[in-house]
């Protein structure tokens, strides 16, 4: 856990950039830092392995008051990640990778085995070990650095910025594979970033931040998406967070109704393996849009409502066997739960 | 120099001891300088990149000494070290070569981007260490461009030495020059352009060796 207690760090120029900062980061959960450029991320996080040394207050490790562990050591014992990834050059990824467990003392065989294995947990291919960095792409690189941050298993991660330098696709994925990684090893993760996109999907905490490292508001990223705490932070927050912040919600609370039963005068057509092939009706046949409860967002399943030329989506299992029926006033009634208002008299349909 | 064809072959054929033995000499007196001087310049060169203010005052000296013509460095240094000895050539060679690999030894270690630099530090790096282990071998590419301008600066000025008595190949130039008799001076200076050539080679080499990583679109500066 990393407690700012007040803490601020002034340059010498006079420049201000972080101001009496309090700020909790709970261990084993991701904490996302946003806002604007020159708000004082990348100071908040430097502040945490003393590469910036505050001016005023403390930053707590685990209780512990950073400046009085020594630099060096403190850094070996925590990961770190950039927006270049700065590799080093004159190293092959393998020994990129190898750099805290060489600079911890452990034995050479050790230590490539232990990089070895890194490079397999951020998907790089085993032969990728023996290039240098010039002959990595883009996003490669970054899985390098993130493999490097861990190679140690530090409990702490600072990134800044670790994916914004990568084209929008690479970034998506290397965003998946962070959330993939993080439920694997639940670290104490310090993120930052100026993409509010990157916040909601990564973050368990979001910090909005603004000038002089303000905190604008601290909240999960559905509350934070429907609940603004005043217009600036609503306006960082962009439009559309409404229906972005039901991408954060489960499709699963949406009462169904069973297949056999007609929507509307149509009814669901199924293939022998139980998958929707369309609703017939009206002299007519019209094709289906589906869902799944178990895996899909509320925002999905408002999608596929909105798609479906009949009104109501198909509620499908893993397999893509469809399970029930989602009418639209159902996936509304859902909204409305959100909300905490009484259920629509229309949908009867038990929850 | 009338009538007298530029080069008489049995003249080389006859003299084969005599000019592997100047080249021998030639080659310690102009490359042993170069080696000091990287040896000196590597040091030195880090001590300038942890501590900047001692970069200027250094750069600044050797540079003066490179703007002294040598022949006059030599004999300020004849009083000291002697008439024709190894020494008198090679203390103001080794000067030169670290006016020049000084400035890219700093230049190099100065070259690693910065990201690069501080992720070394927040990796735990102390500055020694991380000068050492991070910048030092990033700045091969450059210590081996300023070694191959020193290399051949050095073999080229070590001709001058001839004149006070110490000059390697360079006493071909003089002693051809005195009897009118070109042959010593076309094998001086063939000896001279392929002793250059032969230590651009080893450089490259060793740069390919040593800096794998370095690539072939590495640019590097001076
Ligand atoms: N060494 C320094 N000397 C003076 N001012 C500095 C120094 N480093 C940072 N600052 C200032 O401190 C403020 C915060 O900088 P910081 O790098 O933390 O911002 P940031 O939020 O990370 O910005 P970005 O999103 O652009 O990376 C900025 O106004 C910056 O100009
Ligand atoms: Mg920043």
Not at chain 1, 251 to 277: H, K, M, V
Not at chain 1, 282 to 293: T, V
């Amino acid at each position: 856990m990393i407690r700012f207690d007040g803490a601020g760090k002034r340059h010498p120029d006079g420049t201000i950039a972080v101001e009496g900062l309090d700020l909790t980061v709970p261990a084993g959960r991701t904490t996302v830092l946003v806002g604007p450029s020159g708000c004082g991320k990348t100071t908040i996080l430097r502040m945490v392995n003393r590469m910036v040394e505050p001016t005023s207050g403390r930053v707590l490790l685990d209780g512990t008051d950073v400046t009085e562990l020594e630099a060096a050591k403190l850094r070996r014992g925590i990961g770190y990640v950039i927006q270049q990834a700065g590799l080093f050059p004159h190293r092959k990824v393998i020994d990129n990778i190898a750099t805290v467990p060489h600079l911890l003392g452990w034995d050479r065989k050790k230590a490539r085995a232990r990089a070895h294995e890194m490079l397999e947990l951020v998907g790089l291919a085993p032969e990728t070990a023996k290039r240098y960095p010039f002959q990595l792409s883009g996003g490669q690189q970054q899985r390098v650095g993130v493999a490097r941050a861990l190679a140690a298993d530090p409990p702490l991660l600072l990134m800044d910025e670790p994916f914004s330098a990568v084209d929008p696709v690479v970034r998506a994925g290397l965003q998946e594979e962070l959330l993939r990684l993080q439920s694997e090893l639940n670290k104490t993760v310090l993120f930052v970033t100026h993409d509010i996109e990157e916040a909601v999907r990564l973050g368990d905490q979001i910090v909005v931040l603004r000038e002089h490292g303000r905190i604008g508001q601290v909240a999960d990223p559905a509350t934070l998406l429907a609940a603004p705490a005043d217009e600036q932070v609503a306006a960082f927050l962009g439009r559309d967070r409404g229906l972005r912040g039901l991408g954060l919600r489960p499709a699963g609370s949406i009462a169904l109704t069973p297949l056999d039963e007609p929507f509307a005068g149509w009814r669901l057509e199924l293939d022998e393996a139980g998958r929707a092939t369309g609703w017939t009706g009206h002299g007519e046949h019209r094709p289906a849009a589906a869902f799944d409860p178990g895996a899909d967002t509320l925002r999905t399943a408002l999608d596929a409502t909105v798609l479906s030329p009949v009104g109501a989506a198909v509620a499908v299992d893993g397999d893509g066997r469809a399970v029930g029926i989602a009418a639209r006033a159902a996936v509304l009634d859902a909204l409305d739960a959100l909300h905490a208002l009484p259920p629509r008299d229309e949908a009867g349909h038990g929850r | 120099m009338d009538g007298e064809p530029l080069v008489r072959w049995y003249w080389i054929g006859d003299h084969l001891g005599y000019l592997w033995g100047l080249l021998a000499d030639h080659a310690v007196i102009s490359l042993v300088p170069v080696l000091i001087g990287l040896l000196l310049a590597l040091p030195l060169g880090l001590l300038c990149t942890r501590f900047p203010r001692l970069y200027q005052p250094l750069a600044a000296t050797f540079n003066v000494v490179y703007a002294l013509p040598s022949l006059a460095v030599f004999v300020v240094l004849i009083p000291y070290t002697g008439l024709a000895t190894q020494a008198t050539v090679m203390i103001p060679l080794t000067c030169y070569a670290l006016a020049v690999l000084l400035p890219t030894t700093v230049d190099g270690l100065r070259a690693v981007p910065d990201p690069v630099r501080q992720a070394a530090t927040a990796m735990g790096y102390g500055p020694w260490r991380r000068l050492t282990a991070v910048e030092l071998p990033s700045a091969v590419p450059y210590v081996v461009a300023g070694l191959r301008v020193a290399a051949v600066s050095s073999i080229s000025l070590a001709s001058v030495g001839a004149l006070i008595g110490r000059g390697g190949l360079g006493y071909l130039f003089i002693d051809g020059f005195q009897r009118t008799f070109p042959t010593p001076i076309v094998a001086g200076i063939v000896l001279v352009a392929l002793l250059a050539l032969v230590t651009d080679g080893v450089l490259l080499l060793a740069r390919r060796v040593l800096a794998p990583w370095a690539g072939r679109e590495t640019a590097v500066r001076r």
